[in-house]
């Protein structure tokens, strides 16, 4: 059974450019959310996803974004980059069920802002 | 507001040298605690799932236990590859979001 993809794994881009990552969940899972992991403030939410609609939402600035498809695959977007917003992005995937699932992870989409 | 303390920050063993990571919590109504492993470069790798006080789950040389404020980790007779942090995390806020510590990063040296 494959697991949470992410891609790209890695990408460098510039100040004031935006960037956008794909994520597809394990196959069955319909939630998905997105996380971000710096060394200082360790992994914080960020989005959650439930058949295309936006359950819920972390203390992050309207420049991330994110969205949903049909087939529960996931994208965030985040808008004039930030050399702050260098960091490991991580998407997870849970069974459409009471909260208290089990969540995997992705192996995380690498962001370096120069 | 939920919150989740890991410690310590960081923890050196010696092989075989069994030891414990606490996990302790705030959450308004637990639906569940997760310990989770992550190597460097690497996403999270789901460990165990605790739901109520008293509940045990083991996993190799790992066992989690939790109870109505806390969880431990206990680690018996760790290898060189148990080496890596490891993470507490909560549902919060009435859906999939999880509340994480900062996390026990852990070396064991041969």
């Known amino acids: 059974k494959a697991g949470v993809t992410q891609t790209p794994r890695y990408l460098i881009k510039t100040r004031g450019q935006q960037v956008t990552l794909s994520c597809s969940p394990i196959?069955?899972?319909?939630?998905v959310s997105w996380y971000q992991q710096t060394p200082g403030q360790g992994l914080q939410f960020l989005f959650e996803y439930f058949s295309e609609t936006q359950r819920n939402k972390g203390n992050f600035p309207g420049r991330f974004s994110g969205r949903q498809f049909s087939n529960s695959r996931s994208e965030m977007n985040v808008s004039t980059l930030e050399l702050g917003d260098s960091a490991l992005y991580l998407c997870?995937?849970?069974?459409?069920?009471?909260?208290?699932?089990?969540?995997?992870f992705g192996e995380g989409s690498w962001l370096t802002v120069v | 507001e939920d919150q989740v303390t890991q410690s310590p920050e960081a923890l050196r063993l010696q092989e075989g040298e069994s030891s414990s990571l606490n996990c302790s919590y705030t959450?308004?109504?637990?639906?569940?605690l997760f310990w989770y492993r992550q190597d460097p470069g690497k996403g999270p790798e789901f460990l165990f799932t605790?739901?109520?006080a008293g509940e045990e789950k083991e996993k190799e040389r790992l066992k989690a236990t939790l109870t109505k404020k806390e969880s431990f980790l206990h680690i018996t007779a760790p290898k060189p590859e148990d080496s890596a942090t490891y993470l507490c995390?909560?549902?919060?806020?009435?859906?999939?979001?999880?509340?994480f510590g900062k996390g026990t990063k852990l070396t064991v040296n041969p």
């Open positions: 997870a995937s849970s069974l459409p069920q009471s909260s208290g699932n089990t969540i995997y």
């Open positions: 605790l739901y109520s």
């Open positions: 959450v308004s109504g637990l639906r569940g």
């Open positions: 196959s069955g899972h319909r939630s």
């Open positions: 995390a909560v549902p919060g806020g009435g859906s999939e979001k999880l509340v």
